[in-house]
């Protein structure tokens, strides 16, 4: 298997939405994300959002397999902000559309979901200029291959360039894939309806 790293493109929403609905099958997340034609939809729109609003400094990274045949298949993807100082946003809206089919409740996608999370993102960061990794996604059938390394060492090496700061959300099943990157779990920040908050400090730009 011979595997590919680039910049994802509004014609690759197709392939994020399949990861997304592959890597993300666990009943607790699809109660808040249904795999559903309305549910999918709102991804859509929400990819595309990020894409075509530069403000957000959004970068969707996508893993692709190659095959002989040249096609490419999407595998695996990163998706993360980057954020200035004393531009830390706590509201989700602002990342993904805002506007919630039937079958998606704002009690639980906001209350459940984004806002525990964007709480102690606020507590561990406050206003400092930061990446924000918020979505690292692998294809079942491709787990275990080192896809997301690739994602996480690209996005290192960008946040390194500039000097900044990383933050994520992550399970128990990830935190220590993420610190074989050097994140660290603050955990006296966590809040106690999210999951652990993680930290990798900036290294200094070379000069």
Same mark, same amino acid.
């Given at each position: 298997?011979?595997?590919?790293?680039?910049?994802?493109?509004?014609?690759? $929403?197709? *392939?994020?939405?399949?990861?997304?609905?592959? =890597?993300?099958?666990?009943? #607790? +997340?699809?109660?808040?994300? &249904?795999?559903?034609?309305?549910?999918?939809?709102?991804?859509?729109?929400?990819?595309?959002?990020?894409?075509?609003?530069?403000?957000?400094?959004?970068?969707?990274?996508?893993?692709?397999?190659?095959?002989?045949?040249?096609?490419?298949?999407?595998?695996?993807?990163?998706?993360?902000?980057?954020?200035?100082?004393?531009?830390?946003?706590?509201?989700?809206?602002?990342?993904?559309?805002?506007?919630?089919?039937?079958?998606?409740?704002?009690? $639980?996608? *906001?209350?459940?979901?984004?806002?525990?999370? =964007?709480?102690?993102?606020? #507590? +561990?960061?406050?206003?400092? &200029?930061?990446?924000?990794?918020?979505?690292?996604?692998?294809?079942?059938?491709?787990?275990?291959?080192?896809?997301?390394?690739?994602?996480?060492?690209?996005?290192?090496?960008?946040?390194?360039?500039?000097?900044?700061?990383?933050?994520?959300?992550?399970?128990?099943?990830?935190?220590?894939?993420?610190?074989?990157?050097?994140?660290?779990?603050?955990?006296?920040?966590?809040?106690?309806?999210?999951?652990?908050?993680?930290?990798?400090?900036?290294?200094?730009?070379?000069?």
């Amino acid at each position: 298997m011979t595997f590919s790293l680039s910049l994802a493109t509004e014609a690759n $929403i197709p *392939g994020l939405i399949a990861v997304w609905n592959s =890597a993300f099958w666990q009943p #607790a +997340v699809q109660a808040v994300f &249904p795999d559903t034609p309305t549910g999918r939809e709102w991804r859509r729109k929400s990819f595309e959002r990020s894409m075509k609003t530069p403000s957000q400094h959004c970068t969707h990274m996508i893993v692709t397999e190659d095959s002989a045949e040249g096609k490419e298949k999407i595998v695996a993807f990163g998706r993360w902000f980057r954020y200035g100082e004393g531009e830390f946003e706590m509201d989700w809206s602002t990342r993904w559309e805002p506007e919630l089919p039937e079958d998606m409740k704002v009690e $639980i996608v *906001g209350d459940v979901f984004f806002d525990p999370m =964007a709480r102690q993102r606020s #507590a +561990v960061m406050g206003q400092r &200029p930061h990446y924000f990794l918020e979505v690292l996604a692998t294809d079942t059938e491709y787990q275990k291959k080192g896809l997301g390394s690739r994602l996480l060492a690209w996005i290192c090496e960008k946040a390194d360039s500039e000097g900044l700061e990383l933050y994520l959300d992550a399970g128990k099943g990830a935190q220590s894939l993420y610190e074989k990157f050097g994140f660290m779990e603050q955990a006296d920040k966590k809040d106690p309806k999210a999951v652990a908050p993680m930290l990798r400090l900036a290294k200094k730009k070379e000069e």
